[in-house]
């Protein structure tokens, strides 16, 4: 059985972010929401931390079915240009005693 991976990030965003209409957000979002179930992941948690950090905009965890899905992720994620968005930093890791 495959061992889930999670995936721990934290962002902020770009201008070209701040550029888009609010709908273009909207739109950009729901496809990334698209990619996240295709791949067999969900959201854990998602967090602002915005008010209380003044490089980090958020912070979040992810949970993958297994590498494989983390990957079909990654790659759709480039396809729908989201790194053009935003700057970020990933970790990977699994449950300890796993």
Known sequence: MATPIYKYF?????????????????????????AMNESGGKTVILCRS???NERWSGFGVEEFPNIEAVQQYAERLDELGWFRY??????????FNE
Do not use: H
């Not at 201008?15 to 909207?26: G, H, N, S, V």
């Not at 935003?86 to 449950?95: A, N, P, S």
């Open 86 to 95: 935003f700057d970020g930093e990933t970790m990977l890791g699994t449950r």
């Open 10 to 34: 934290r962002l902020r965003w770009r201008e070209a972010w701040y550029q888009l209409p609010q709908d273009e957000q909207q739109a950009i979002l729901a496809k990334i929401e698209a």
């Open 50 to 52: 915005d008010w209380s």
